[in-house]
């Protein structure tokens, strides 16, 4: 349970996943950024879980771009929340 504390990806589903990068880059972006066929060939968030889950290594690739993905979203909010305030 304590190895669960430190794990970013911890309570988030791969379909969760999947669909959330889908929805930031799209399928044809995703396919470019990670080279896997299921992002390529007739792309649907079924089929990619199917791939995923079976497949180890591409299961990472997607996890470490949706953690980067994710800073990188954090980061804008945070950047666009600061001109904000800085505005008043």
């Known amino acids: 349970m304590a190895d669960q504390l430190n794990n970013p990806l911890h309570g988030i589903t791969l379909e969760k996943i999947v669909t959330s990068l889908q929805e930031y880059y799209g399928w044809e972006e995703l396919g470019l950024l990670i080279k896997i066929r299921c992002f390529d060939s007739d792309p649907s968030v079924k089929s990619s879980l199917k791939f995923l889950r079976k497949t180890p ?4 690739k997607v996890e470490d771009l949706y953690l980067i993905t994710e800073k990188r979203k954090k980061r804008k909010r945070r950047k666009a929340e600061m001109k904000r305030l800085n505005k008043r």
């Open 57 to 60: 290594w591409a299961r990472t």
